[in-house]
């Protein structure tokens, strides 16, 4: 008894080949898809991050707004759609900082000194806390209806700050509110 060996033919081996190349790329596109979502995760979070970080330091300085009766100027918080300027009291000394939405860079930057010199345009430091931005205003309370602009005339710092703001590729725009210390 003789045994034949019997190898795969050709069209065996190129059925099994296509089938092959057919879910390797299958598997392919499922892999860079998920690659994408999972980078396009990423920059989500970090943008959430950033977000968080730069919303936390604005609370904390404008939740530190002092009255300065004694500055140059006499004032201590001027307030537009597109920044403001505020004093602040740190542990040291008291500060300033400017928030300035700059649509053209799509950017919310923040200018900062300490101790304060009670200049709006002068800064010793300035950093982007937002980015990519599409829209960017602040708007003041006096506790019962919100402004576009707040100043000395108003004679007492305003109830709440309000910042809107739309990052590009974003459904709608975030809104984040915070309150202002009163003198009892």
Known sequence: MEMRQRGFTLV????ALSIF??????????F?????SFHQ????????????????WMSKDISSIVEV????QNYYLKGEQDEFFFIFA??????????VCNLLDQTLERYSEEPTDYDAASYQKKEVCLQDL????FSYSDGLTWKPSWGQEEGELPRMVKITFKPKDTPQ??????????SP
């Not at 065996?12 to 059925?15: I, N, P, Q, R």
């Not at 879910?23 to 596109?29: A, C, D, E, N, T």
């Not at 740190?90 to 928030?99: D, G, M, N, T």
């Open 12 to 15: 065996e081996v190129l059925v």
């Open 21 to 30: 190349m057919v879910v390797m790329g299958l598997v392919l596109v499922a």
């Open 32 to 36: 860079v898809q998920i690659m994408r």
């Open 41 to 56: 995760g990423q920059e989500i979070s970090a943008r959430e991050q950033r977000e968080r970080s730069c919303l936390f």
């Open 69 to 72: 009766p004694y500055s140059p």
């Open 90 to 99: 740190r542990e040291s000394a008291l500060a300033e900082s400017r928030y």
């Open 134 to 137: 599409v829209e960017c205003a």
């Open 173 to 182: 725009a975030k809104e984040f509110i915070v309150n202002v210390p009163v």
